[in-house]
């Protein structure tokens, strides 16, 4: 039988290994769609801008899931949560790929977004359970197969959906749910749950959380705007590359996500930096970061010279401001990890259905100009927000 976690007791290197892992699998059901939205369309013969409601619709199932799913790591045990999610998860993306009608697409698409959320049971696991000293490094860890699934996720859609169709990418995604639902029941060991009572009382608890944490909602709040930027130009970047002078299908820009790989590699080393350069400073860096990116997407907007920097700059910047605000926010009170976390994340993907719906929006009234300006803008609030605000968390 596997030995129950104790809180800041260690994370075996195998099960946290493990959580990194899944975590890319699991999280990657959510950007398949990103290089395939230009395949989507023409398949079903729908507009630009109702396509991109598709991919708005799995990020807003990935909201709800963050909201009414998360909690329950806090009350029941993880791994019984994490095999039902998965169980769901097949059954949505078996639908995904069978369905003919956009209703039913983009139900399927809700539901697969709300089932997809197991990587945020995974990084509170990360943050609880690890040693003091280990905690922040762990979580990079977690957060940098999260994000290696994110940019597989694009690689992989757009070469299957250009050798395969975009239908068969959810049927291999359905078999590598049901992989990691086995993985899961034979690596993951109990853990106690955090809170006693009902599910209403969790619920109510998150307002508790908020009031006692003000400084929960600002973290939130600049991370999600920033991920509306990242997603304002993930969202109409198939689009522009289908039109002059790139012509270019679905592989060519999954093949540009490849550039989040600096990304990615971000997320490994900066947890270990937060504490000593303040969670405020790395904000202040990528925003910056950011906003030069958008800088290249206008310059160089019929380049590659320009996208693939712009790309670059992007990611990285997401990744400091991603990273420095939720493993902060997880020492507000460890004993709450879960609720803290659907809190942050919540917010962070409304942040994300609001880029990807105003990046529509924009590409049909101003096409790229107008999703440059949407990213522009959706960056500049949250560096706004860091300059009005300071918690005493904030550090330097």
Same mark, same amino acid.
């Given at each position: 039988?596997?030995?129950?976690?104790?809180?800041?007791?260690?994370?075996?290197?195998?099960?946290?290994?493990?959580?990194?892992?899944?975590?890319?699998?699991?999280?990657?059901?959510?950007?398949?769609?990103?290089?395939?939205?230009?395949?989507?369309?023409?398949?079903?013969?729908?507009?630009?801008?109702?396509?991109?409601?598709?991919?708005?619709?799995?990020?807003?199932?990935?909201?709800?899931?963050?909201?009414?799913?998360?909690?329950?790591?806090?009350?029941?045990?993880?791994?019984?949560?994490?095999?039902?999610?998965?169980?769901?998860?097949?059954?949505?993306?078996?639908?995904?790929?069978?369905?003919?009608?956009?209703?039913?697409?983009?139900?399927?698409?809700?539901?697969?977004?709300?089932?997809?959320?197991?990587?945020?049971?995974?990084?509170?696991?990360?943050?609880?359970?690890?040693?003091?000293?280990?905690?922040?490094?762990?979580?990079?860890?977690?957060?940098?197969?999260?994000?290696?699934?994110?940019?597989?996720?694009?690689?992989?859609?757009?070469? /299957?959906?250009?050798?395969?169709?975009?239908?068969?990418?959810?049927?291999?995604?359905?078999?590598?749910?049901?992989?990691?639902?086995?993985?899961?029941?034979?690596?993951?060991?109990?853990?106690?749950?955090?809170?006693?009572?009902?599910?209403?009382?969790?619920?109510?608890?998150?307002?508790?959380?908020?009031?006692?944490?003000?400084?929960?909602?600002?973290?939130?709040?600049?991370?999600?705007?920033?991920?509306?930027?990242?997603?304002?130009?993930?969202?109409?970047?198939?689009?522009?590359?289908?039109?002059?002078?790139?012509?270019?299908?679905?592989? /060519? /820009?999954?093949?540009?996500?490849?550039?989040?790989?600096?990304?990615?590699?971000?997320?490994?080393?900066?947890?270990?930096?937060?504490?000593?350069?303040?969670?405020?400073?790395?904000?202040?860096?990528?925003?910056?970061?950011?906003?030069?990116?958008?800088?290249?997407?206008?310059?160089?907007?019929?380049?590659?010279?320009?996208?693939?920097?712009?790309?670059?700059?992007?990611?990285?910047?997401?990744?400091?401001?991603?990273?420095?605000?939720?493993?902060?926010?997880?020492?507000?009170?460890?004993?709450?990890?879960?609720?803290?976390?659907?809190?942050?994340?919540?917010?962070?993907?409304?942040?994300?259905?609001?880029?990807?719906?105003?990046?529509?929006?924009?590409?049909?009234?101003?096409?790229?100009?107008?999703?440059?300006?949407?990213?522009?803008?959706?960056?500049?609030?949250?560096?706004?927000?860091?300059?009005?605000?300071?918690?005493?968390?904030?550090?330097?």
């Amino acid at each position: 039988m596997q030995q129950e976690l104790k809180e800041n007791g260690g994370l075996p290197a195998s099960l946290l290994w493990t959580l990194a892992i899944v975590a890319g699998i699991s999280v990657a059901n959510i950007y398949y769609i990103q290089p395939l939205l230009d395949l989507i369309r023409a398949d079903l013969g729908i507009s630009e801008f109702r396509t991109n409601l598709i991919a708005m619709t799995t990020q807003a199932g990935y909201a709800l899931g963050l909201f009414f799913i998360i909690p329950l790591g806090d009350l029941w045990q993880r791994k019984r949560i994490i095999l039902a999610n998965f169980s769901l998860l097949v059954l949505a993306l078996l639908a995904i790929a069978w369905v003919r009608s956009l209703p039913a697409l983009m139900t399927a698409s809700l539901l697969t977004g709300a089932c997809s959320v197991t990587p945020q049971i995974f990084i509170p696991i990360a943050s609880q359970f690890s040693r003091p000293e280990n905690k922040a490094r762990n979580v990079g860890i977690v957060l940098s197969g999260l994000l290696t699934g994110v940019l597989a996720s694009r690689v992989l859609s757009g070469l /299957v959906g250009d050798a395969l169709g975009w239908r068969a990418m959810y049927l291999i995604a359905a078999g590598l749910m049901l992989g990691c639902g086995l993985l899961v029941i034979r690596m993951l060991p109990p853990m106690k749950p955090n809170y006693a009572g009902s599910y209403a009382g969790l619920m109510k608890s998150l307002g508790r959380l908020l009031k006692t944490y003000p400084q929960l909602l600002v973290y939130s709040l600049r991370a999600a705007l920033c991920f509306g930027s990242m997603l304002a130009m993930w969202s109409s970047l198939a689009f522009k590359m289908a039109r002059a002078p790139f012509h270019a299908s679905s592989d /060519v /820009v999954g093949l540009l996500g490849l550039c989040g790989v600096a990304g990615a590699l971000t997320a490994s080393n900066v947890g270990q930096y937060v504490p000593r350069l303040g969670v405020r400073r790395f904000n202040f860096i990528g925003c910056a970061l950011m906003l030069a990116a958008w800088l290249a997407f206008s310059v160089g907007a019929n380049t590659y010279a320009g996208l693939i920097p712009g790309i670059v700059l992007l990611d990285i910047g997401m990744q400091c401001i991603q990273l420095s605000n939720q493993s902060s926010v997880f020492n507000l009170e460890p004993a709450a990890s879960n609720r803290i976390n659907t809190i942050f994340m919540t917010t962070y993907f409304i942040g994300g259905s609001l880029g990807t719906f105003l990046s529509g929006a924009a590409w049909k009234l101003a096409a790229w100009p107008g999703v440059v300006a949407v990213g522009a803008l959706l960056a500049a609030a949250s560096l706004l927000i860091t300059l009005g605000y300071k918690a005493p968390s904030d550090g330097k």
